[in-house]
Each structure stands twice: as C-alpha cells, then as structure tokens.
C-alpha cells in the first residue's frame, strides 16, 4: 500500500484487477490465489455446513467450485447425510437419498446452493 497525499492507494498491478472488474483475482501468490468469490447464498450455505459439522476452518475458506465428498472438502457419507438434513431443516424441502442427481448436487458447494436456490420453501 502506498501513501499518497495522506490517501492509500494500492500498488499498480491492483489497479489494473480492480479497474478490470476482476475484484479478488489478482495474480498475488499463496492463499489469496485460492480463494474464489462467493454470492451472499454460498456464503450462508457454507456457513450452514461448516456448523453442522464443526469444521475447523471458516465458510470463507470453502472453495465454492472444490469438491466437497472426498477430495476437496473432504467430507464422507455421514458428513453428506448431516448436510442433506441440516439443510433440509433451514430451507424447507427433502433432500432425497435415492435421487439420481446427488452426486451432481453435491459435487461442489455451488452446486449444491444453485439446488437449494431452486427448490428451497423457506
């Protein structure tokens, strides 16, 4: 950060992400390489799964693109089913265990929240 006039200003090569629209893609390295913009949706999504299972990491660390059974997340099939129900009880509507769509719906958190944006009551 440099100080100019009394104002801060970011260095150059954040202007130009900045200017660009491509707020949070910088080319930095390390950890906020990783981190991918959320919707406000996600982020409640996240935060609901995260407490369900009593993470040790916060919902701003979980890549909404990232797999979240095994790989990725890494979370198994009771950590699925707590989701389903913990879900099923904040947005009013069943997630079933025979639907044949469940591995796409929770390939990654956001596919799970699109599912959840379309079929949630509350």
């Known amino acids: 950060m440099v100080l ?43 935060e609901l799964i995260v407490s369900t299972l009593n993470l040790e990491l916060s ?17 198994d099939s009771i950590d699925i089913l707590e989701i389903a129900l913990a879900v099923s009880k904040t947005y009013g509507f069943q997630l079933r265990s025979d639907d044949s769509d469940n591995v796409k719906i929770f390939s990654s958190l956001r596919s799970l929240n699109e599912h959840v944006q379309r079929s949630r009551t509350k």
Do not use: F
């Open 59 to 75: 919902a701003a660390e979980v890549d909404p693109d990232a797999a979240l059974y095994r790989e990725g997340l890494g979370l």
């Open 4 to 46: 100019e006039g009394g104002a801060a200003q970011l260095p150059p090569r954040y202007n130009s992400a900045l200017k660009a629209g491509q707020r949070g893609t910088t080319q930095r390295s390390g950890y906020m390489d990783r981190v991918k913009i959320m919707s406000a949706q996600e982020r409640e999504l996240a």
